[in-house]
């Protein structure tokens, strides 16, 4: 009955979508106020259905309804509850039911903080979003319901994917696709001002802090499954450029892209063109994304669900999507008047080179990526592409982008005068330049990569520490802290962000440059020594989980003959399917994690051991956080307070 | 007697316990072998798994891959001649660094033709704008509105 409850949901809610799409478009066209007002009521309306769907489908994973072919395929009376609910998404069809809830929760927020846009603007945003969900919906309905009956019931599940039975699988997800779908605010932003024609500052100043929510949450969700794979898949790596990785990176470069030009077309009034073009682009990354990991296109490290049968309605859709809105683009996009003018050296001209090498290193992420489905499927042979092309193409786009991340905030708009911009830096550049030539040799290895990266890091945070410097000598004030008040937050919100990418390439120099990997094989009380950490294998034993069974290792740290810690890597064996897992067990410390997993066992009561010692790899999700903290601190900026304050007060 | 068997029992608490272990012994036995075999095998793919090196991989499969690797180090074979060996016997599909072939030209010219686009717009945009440099970016009305906005942004 429960599940017949939610599906029933899923076709009201397609017919609410329907409605949603298509009478606020047409009353925002012909001036019709009473079919706008349509637009609130749908969305809220459908965000409801959607919940009640949404809710069944958790249901009929709590109370393990193995007649619902989805719970029986992903799920199993012994896995515990929370991993039973988060298997909800664990496949799919549940990961398209979750996007479209996301997608509702998002048009919901929309309908609560739009009280200051025009009506006809509200009803196209929420009209559009109402098309897309409307995608969505029918796709389900048609060829990826959640809601399909097995008839006989299964008498137990499948299980869900061992990989997946982990804290990361509960919010990795949902944080991912509320990063993803959250672009479509700003593309709901941008086709509905292209349909009304009117792209002017005050259109990029609403959707500017839309775009920073969604990026926050997009940083964060790619750091987590970044964690996540370092931990979960034992061979200690935290980024793999697998097609999954960078069906969620592409989005992040566009999105990045998309809000520094948002800033100038909010403060100056330029790049109005440009900035459509890369909302369009985001969204569409975030689609392909969703597709291209869900459709089972690709096969990989992550890509669990497998079922090519869904490609056409995915490509149909896709073509509507991209190719309608590109389309439109292509239309209007001339009217658009192109903006305040500027010089080729100005604050405007790097923001706009850096969006091209953003944007060039997206092009080539995709390159990369469906290259070798491209050869496959034309019958030119496999091919793998794998980390040395990505780290390839990628450090030289990078480092010049990186570079101008730390001119732009210090460059003037429209005009800026090079020879005193030399002198303003010559500081920020001698001791970001000189350190980084020095302080490999005394760590004891020079590289030139080593030496690029920390370049790179300290030019961001010494051009930072200069431009704050240099903004607050210029404010009037009596003392330093009034003086520091007076910044606004958005102002910190920049600072910090940027220099969260420098800490994430400490991270990542760091420990490409030092880590030290070792390959052993232990008996019980035998040690190995790297890093300076002694690791001693102490005992294995057997354990009992709730669907699985385990040898855990017990390993002894120590440090010049002081104790670290100790650390039980786990082996597990999913017994529903059948399956081994590594549990590596991880130390995690500021300046370095030490990191064990567990091998094979070999002859003589021994074990393969993998022992890592990484210095500042948490560095590198630590730097992500930052800028995820930078562009909430952005957001909370007095200026879109005040607004949502005038609103508050205008509701009362 | 029983005095040196305290002595010695006190000897097994007090001393570090890395005294009495043993030091564990690295998979492989020669470590220079391991050096160039891990070189080697961060750029080669575990073909039975969906998306991992051979290096990082633990697949069956792949520990015998390893093992013959390290045998044709062993024989005094250069870099080249393994992955050619590799090639023969999988095809392109082993190499995570795509070989320079006709079919991937386009691969590995792509990022830079991107780049060269990027930039030939870049250019174009910006002669343009120093063209055009129009003034009057904000009309009447926005300039009013704005300055009410700033006006109420200020109290």
Same mark, same amino acid.
Request: glycine content about 10%.
């Given at each position: 009955?429960?599940?017949?409850?939610?599906?029933?949901?899923?076709?009201?809610?397609?017919?609410?979508?329907?409605?949603?799409?298509?009478?606020?478009?047409?009353? &925002?066209?012909?001036?019709? &106020?009473?079919?706008?007002?349509?637009?609130?009521?749908?969305?809220?309306?459908?965000?409801?259905?959607?919940?009640?769907?949404?809710?069944?489908?958790?249901?009929?994973?709590?109370?393990?309804? +193995?007649?619902?072919?989805?719970?029986?395929?992903?799920?199993?009376? %012994?896995?515990?509850?929370?991993?039973?609910?988060?298997?909800?998404?664990?496949?799919?069809?549940? #990961?398209?039911?979750?996007?479209?809830?996301? *997608?509702?929760?998002?048009?919901?927020?929309?309908?609560?903080?739009?009280?200051?846009?025009?009506?006809?603007?509200?009803?196209?945003?929420?009209?559009?979003?109402?098309?897309?969900?409307?995608?969505?919906?029918?796709?389900?309905?048609?060829?990826?319901?959640?809601?399909?009956?097995?008839?006989?019931?299964?008498?137990?599940?499948?299980?869900?994917?061992?990989?997946?039975?982990?804290?990361?699988?509960?919010?990795?997800?949902?944080?991912?696709?509320?990063?993803?779908?959250?672009?479509?605010?700003?593309? &709901?932003?941008?086709?509905?001002?292209?349909?009304?024609?009117?792209?002017?500052?005050?259109?990029?100043?609403?959707?500017?802090?839309?775009?920073?929510?969604?990026?926050?949450?997009?940083?964060?969700?790619?750091?987590?499954?970044?964690?996540?794979?370092?931990?979960?898949?034992?061979?200690?790596?935290?980024?793999?450029?697998?097609?999954?990785?960078?069906?969620?990176?592409?989005?992040?470069?566009?999105?990045?892209?998309?809000?520094?030009?948002?800033?100038?077309?909010?403060?100056?009034?330029?790049?109005?063109?440009?900035?459509?073009?890369?909302?369009?682009?985001?969204?569409?990354?975030?689609?392909?994304?969703?597709?291209?990991?869900?459709?089972?296109?690709?096969?990989?490290?992550?890509?669990?669900?497998?079922?090519?049968?869904?490609?056409?309605?995915?490509?149909?859709?896709?073509?509507?999507?991209?190719?309608?809105?590109?389309?439109?683009?292509?239309?209007?996009?001339?009217?658009?008047?192109?903006?305040?003018?500027?010089?080729?050296?100005?604050?405007?001209?790097?923001?706009?080179?850096?969006?091209?090498?953003?944007?060039?290193?997206?092009? #080539?992420?995709?390159?990369?990526?469906?290259?070798?489905?491209?050869?496959?499927?034309?019958?030119?042979?496999?091919?793998?592409?794998?980390?040395?092309? +990505?780290?390839?193409?990628?450090?030289?786009?990078?480092?010049?982008?990186?570079?101008?991340?730390?001119?732009?905030?210090?460059?003037?708009?429209? %005009?800026?005068?090079?020879?005193?911009?030399?002198?303003?830096?010559?500081?920020? +550049?001698?001791?970001?330049?000189?350190?980084?030539?020095?302080?490999?040799?005394?760590?004891? %290895?020079?590289?030139?990569?080593?030496?690029?990266?920390?370049? *790179?890091?300290?030019?961001?945070?010494?051009?930072?520490?200069?431009?704050?410097?240099?903004?607050?000598?210029?404010?009037?004030?009596?003392?330093?802290?009034?003086?520091?008040?007076?910044?606004?937050?958005?102002?910190?919100?920049?600072?910090?962000?940027?220099?969260?990418?420098?800490?994430?390439?400490?991270?990542?120099?760091?420990?490409?440059?030092?880590?030290?990997?070792?390959?052993?094989?232990?008996?019980?009380?035998?040690?190995?020594?790297?890093?300076?950490?002694?690791?001693? +294998?102490?005992?294995?034993?057997?354990?009992?989980?709730?669907?699985?069974?385990?040898?855990?290792?017990?390993?002894?740290?120590?440090?010049?003959?002081?104790?670290?810690?100790?650390?039980?890597?786990?082996?597990?064996?999913?017994?529903?399917?059948?399956?081994?897992?590594?549990?590596?067990?991880?130390?995690?410390?500021?300046?370095?994690?030490?990191?064990?997993?567990?091998?094979?066992?070999?002859?003589?009561?021994?074990?393969?051991?993998?022992?890592?010692?990484?210095?500042?790899?948490?560095?590198?999700?630590?730097?992500?956080?930052?800028?995820?903290?930078?562009?909430?601190?952005?957001?909370?900026?007095?200026?879109?307070?005040?607004?949502?304050?005038?609103?508050?007060?205008?509701?009362? | 007697?029983?005095?040196?068997?305290?002595?010695?029992?006190?000897?097994?608490?007090?001393? @570090?316990?890395?005294?009495?272990?043993?030091?564990?012994? @690295?998979?492989?036995?020669?470590?220079?072998?391991?050096?160039?075999?891990?070189?080697?095998?961060?750029?080669?793919?575990?073909?039975?798994?969906?998306?991992?090196?051979?290096?990082?991989?633990?697949?069956?499969?792949?520990?015998?891959?390893?093992?013959?690797?390290?045998?044709?180090?062993?024989?005094?074979?250069?870099?080249?001649?393994?992955?050619?060996?590799? !090639?023969?016997?999988?095809?392109?599909? $082993?190499?995570?660094?795509?070989?320079?072939?006709?079919?991937?030209?386009?691969?590995?010219?792509? @990022?830079?033709?991107?780049?060269? $686009?990027?930039?030939?717009?870049?250019? !174009?945009?910006?002669?343009?704008?120093?063209?055009?440099?129009?003034?009057?970016?904000?009309?009447?009305?926005?300039?009013?509105?704005?300055?009410?906005?700033?006006?109420?942004?200020?109290?």
């Amino acid at each position: 009955m429960i599940p017949e409850i939610g599906h029933f949901a899923l076709i009201l809610a397609l017919c609410v979508a329907t409605i949603q799409g298509t009478l606020p478009l047409l009353g &925002a066209a012909s001036g019709n &106020a009473s079919l706008m007002a349509v637009a609130k009521p749908a969305a809220r309306g459908q965000f409801l259905l959607v919940l009640i769907a949404f809710c069944c489908l958790g249901a009929a994973f709590a109370v393990n309804d +193995f007649s619902v072919l989805y719970v029986a395929a992903n799920a199993n009376s %012994k896995l515990p509850l929370h991993y039973r609910l988060a298997a909800i998404w664990g496949a799919h069809e549940g #990961s398209l039911l979750l996007w479209t809830f996301i *997608l509702c929760l998002w048009m919901v927020a929309v309908t609560l903080f739009s009280r200051h846009l025009p009506e006809a603007m509200r009803a196209r945003i929420l009209g559009v979003m109402g098309l897309v969900s409307f995608g969505f919906l029918l796709f389900m309905l048609t060829v990826s319901n959640p809601f399909l009956r097995l008839i006989p019931a299964a008498p137990d599940g499948r299980d869900l994917n061992p990989l997946l039975q982990d804290p990361g699988m509960v919010i990795h997800p949902p944080m991912l696709y509320m990063g993803y779908v959250g672009f479509s605010v700003a593309f &709901a932003f941008a086709i509905a001002a292209l349909l009304g024609g009117n792209l002017d500052a005050a259109w990029a100043r609403w959707s500017r802090p839309w775009t920073t929510v969604a990026w926050c949450f997009l940083t964060v969700g790619i750091a987590m499954g970044s964690g996540w794979a370092y931990y979960e898949l034992g061979w200690g790596g935290w980024w793999f450029w697998d097609p999954v990785e960078n069906a969620s990176f592409m989005p992040w470069l566009a999105g990045t892209a998309l809000i520094h030009s948002l800033a100038v077309t909010d403060k100056r009034g330029g790049f109005k063109v440009w900035t459509v073009l890369l909302a369009i682009l985001a969204f569409s990354l975030s689609l392909l994304g969703t597709f291209l990991v869900r459709s089972g296109v690709l096969t990989s490290v992550h890509a669990f669900a497998t079922d090519p049968k869904r490609g056409l309605f995915i490509l149909a859709f896709l073509a509507v999507v991209i190719g309608g809105s590109l389309l439109l683009y292509a239309w209007r996009a001339p009217r658009v008047g192109l903006g305040g003018g500027f010089d080729p050296v100005s604050r405007e001209s790097m923001l706009l080179a850096n969006n091209v090498l953003l944007v060039v290193a997206m092009g #080539s992420v995709l390159l990369g990526t469906l290259y070798p489905l491209f050869l496959d499927a034309l019958g030119l042979g496999k091919i793998s592409v794998g980390p040395p092309y +990505f780290d390839t193409v990628f450090v030289p786009l990078m480092t010049p982008a990186i570079f101008l991340m730390g001119l732009g905030p210090i460059a003037q708009w429209k %005009k800026a005068d090079l020879p005193a911009l030399a002198v303003r830096l010559r500081w920020a +550049f001698g001791v970001s330049f000189g350190t980084a030539v020095l302080l490999p040799f005394v760590l004891g %290895k020079w590289t030139p990569l080593l030496s690029l990266g920390l370049l *790179l890091a300290l030019w961001v945070v010494t051009t930072a520490v200069v431009n704050v410097r240099e903004r607050v000598t210029h404010l009037t004030g009596d003392s330093l802290m009034t003086k520091l008040a007076a910044v606004p937050r958005a102002y910190w919100g920049m600072q910090l962000a940027h220099c969260g990418i420098a800490v994430l390439i400490v991270g990542v120099t760091m420990v490409k440059g030092f880590e030290v990997e070792q390959d052993v094989r232990m008996n019980i009380g035998d040690t190995t020594t790297i890093g300076g950490y002694t690791f001693k +294998f102490d005992s294995i034993q057997d354990l009992m989980g709730p669907n699985y069974t385990a040898a855990r290792g017990t390993f002894h740290v120590t440090k010049n003959g002081g104790d670290v810690t100790t650390l039980y890597p786990e082996k597990r064996f999913y017994m529903v399917q059948n399956q081994t897992m590594t549990e590596a067990a991880i130390d995690s410390g500021l300046v370095r994690d030490l990191y064990v997993s567990l091998g094979e066992p070999l002859q003589g009561g021994a074990w393969s051991v993998r022992l890592y010692h990484k210095p500042f790899i948490d560095w590198i999700w630590g730097g992500c956080l930052i800028m995820a903290i930078g562009g909430v601190l952005a957001i909370s900026d007095r200026r879109y307070r005040l607004g949502w304050r005038r609103e508050q007060a205008a509701a009362a | 007697m029983k005095r040196v068997r305290v002595l010695l029992f006190m000897c097994a608490v007090i001393a @570090p316990t890395g005294v009495w272990a043993d030091e564990a012994k @690295p998979l492989g036995e020669n470590p220079q072998v391991e050096a160039r075999l891990k070189t080697l095998a961060v750029e080669l793919r575990c073909l039975v798994c969906q998306n991992q090196t051979l290096a990082d991989s633990s697949a069956p499969l792949a520990e015998d891959l390893r093992r013959e690797v390290r045998e044709m180090i062993a024989k005094n074979m250069t870099d080249q001649e393994i992955i050619e060996f590799l !090639v023969a016997r999988y095809g392109d599909f $082993v190499l995570y660094r795509p070989p320079w072939r006709l079919t991937t030209t386009l691969l590995w010219l792509g @990022p830079f033709l991107l780049l060269l $686009v990027g930039g030939t717009v870049l250019v !174009v945009t910006l002669r343009r704008r120093q063209k055009t440099l129009p003034e009057t970016v904000l009309s009447e009305e926005e300039h009013r509105r704005a300055e009410r906005l700033l006006s109420k942004g200020n109290t």
